[in-house]
Structures are given as structure tokens and as C-alpha cells.
């Protein structure tokens, strides 16, 4: 673990162990706080739930609905097509926002494909995952720039835009250069965009999310809400270290339009899922 990450975690225990571990501080500055999450951006990624997701699609969604969340980011169709994850989400009036497709997919043959995919579930986002590991350097990443501008032209011209996620290991400074910021910097704002993972951000020692959202305005429309247990492993949204309500506060600057909900491991997603929801629709920030 590195010293920054050392640091950040640190500073996450002690806000944690004073204000009680997933509860939104009640000093009299944060009483007054009065912006919450739209209901319309509250939603769920779905590889939280790949799980029932493998042996009950549509009751999966339908759980999900039945929670209150508004909208969903696609992550594997378990043997479906796009146009069947479309009926199944009108069933269930949820919304999908964004696939995550591979960036071998998106830098080659299967782009156009993936872009008529996007429209026929109702998104407006086309998501890279992650990056090969033999790209993980700054020439690596400025090679991905290029190929980010390129793929995102074409995006935008089909009505969509390219989004990036990130890991831990995106965030890594070689040879003194951060490679994230390379991705933030290379590429051009008004065709690259970035869904950034907070978990990660804070687990790879980043710029803290709300600093980010002012260094860099507009180019965050999605998030992925996940908590960092005391021992940085994943938790339940609001049951973590993570200061959440911190993150927000410059959300609006950093163009953040959907709050999706991600657990990489559950042990109950639907449960997660829950607690997760709970705690989201009642922050104030």
C-alpha cells in the first residue's frame, strides 16, 4: 500500500469513526445541506447483480424497480440481445444509461455494432471498462488518447458519447506522470468523457473526486457509487469510509448526471441493494 493510499485511508477511518460509520454528520453546517440525488439519477450497475442477473434477468430487473431505482448501467447480457434487455427494462420501466464494451470492441471492427447496441437499450453512453495491462504506461495511455479521440468523434456522431472507466491501477504515477491525468488532458472534452469509479479513485491514491470535478467540470456525467470498507474492502454504499456527501459537493461542476450503484462482490445483492438505495435517496449533501 502506498503512502498516499495510507494517507486517504487514514483520513476515511477518523471521519468515519466520528461521525459513525455510513450516517450523513449532523453538525450545524451539514444540517443545513439540502441537495440530494434526483430520483431520475439514482440507478444500478449491473454487474452487482450478475449473479440472479445469470438465472433470472427480468426478475432481477424487476426486484430492482421494486427498490426505486431509476436506471441501470449494462455490464454482460447473459446470453441476451440488446433489443431483449430493452423490452425487459420497458417492462420494468427502468432505464438504461450505458453498456460497458471492451476496448478491443470499440477500437476495431465491432464499434458500429456496439453504437447501434447503445440505441437499441435507450443509452446515451458507450463505456470502455479498463485498459489491456500491457498498455499501463504513459506512452501506453497516450496511445489510448489518440484512439479515445477517434472512437469518440465516431461515438458523437451517432449520437453518443465515449466514456472511460476507471481501476486503481489507472491512477498509478510512472515515470512521474499520472496515467489517468493523461486520459484526462490527451483527450478532447467535448468527445471523451470519464464514468469514474470512487472506490478506485480513492483506492488508487487519486486527487480526491470533488477536486476533480472542479479541475476537470463536465466531464464526469456518471459515477460509480461504491464504499470502501475499513480495511479497503468493497462495502455497502453508506456503510463505508468513503465521504460521500465530500464528493457531491462539486458533483453539479463535474457534469455528474447518473449515481449508479456498483458492489463488485456482494455477499446478498439484493440486500446490498437495498442498503445501498436507502442510504443514497436519503443523503443530503
Given at each position: ?14 471521519i ?10 449532523a ?10 440525488i ?27 424497480a ?35 464494451v ?31 495491462g ?125 449515481w ?26
Amino acid at each position: 500500500m502506498d503512502r498516499t493510499r495510507r494517507t486517504f485511508l487514514g483520513t476515511a477511518v477518523g471521519i468515519a469513526a466520528a461521525a459513525g460509520l455510513g450516517t450523513v454528520p449532523a453538525s450545524a453546517s451539514e444540517a443545513r445541506r439540502c441537495r440530494r440525488i434526483p430520483p431520475s439519477g439514482l440507478g444500478m450497475h449491473l454487474y452487482t447483480m450478475r449473479t440472479p442477473l445469470s438465472t433470472d434477468f427480468r426478475g432481477t430487473l424487476e426486484r430492482l424497480a421494486e427498490i426505486g431505482y431509476a436506471t441501470v448501467g449494462v455490464s454482460g447480457r447473459h446470453g441476451h440481445s440488446a433489443a431483449d434487455i430493452r423490452r425487459m427494462l420497458d417492462g420494468t420501466r427502468l432505464r438504461a444509461v450505458l453498456e460497458h464494451v471492451g476496448y478491443d470492441i470499440v477500437k476495431g471492427a465491432g464499434l458500429p455494432q456496439a453504437l447501434e447496441d447503445i440505441h437499441t437499450l435507450g443509452g446515451k453512453w458507450i463505456v470502455v471498462p479498463s485498459l489491456p495491462g500491457s498498455l499501463h504506461s504513459p506512452a501506453g495511455y497516450r496511445e489510448v488518447a489518440k484512439e479515445f479521440n477517434r472512437i469518440g468523434l465516431a461515438a458523437r456522431e451517432s449520437g453518443l458519447k465515449l466514456l472511460y472507466h476507471n481501476h486503481g491501477t489507472d491512477h498509478q504515477v510512472v515515470d512521474g506522470v499520472s496515467l489517468y491525468d493523461i486520459l484526462l488532458t490527451e483527450t478532447d472534452p467535448e468527445l471523451v468523457g470519464f464514468e469514474l469509479d470512487l472506490y478506485w479513485a480513492a483506492n488508487g491514491g487519486a486527487s480526491a473526486p470533488g477536486e476533480l470535478f472542479v479541475r476537470h467540470p463536465r466531464r464526469f456525467p456518471a459515477l460509480h457509487v461504491k464504499d470502501m470498507a475499513p480495511n479497503g474492502d468493497f462495502a455497502d454504499v453508506g456503510s463505508g469510509v468513503l465521504d460521500f456527501p465530500a464528493m457531491f459537493d462539486t458533483a453539479r461542476q463535474g457534469g455528474v448526471k447518473q449515481w449508479l450503484v456498483e458492489h463488485d462482490a456482494p455477499a446478498d445483492p439484493f440486500a446490498s441493494a437495498l442498503a445501498s438505495y436507502t442510504y443514497l435517496s436519503r443523503l443530503r449533501y
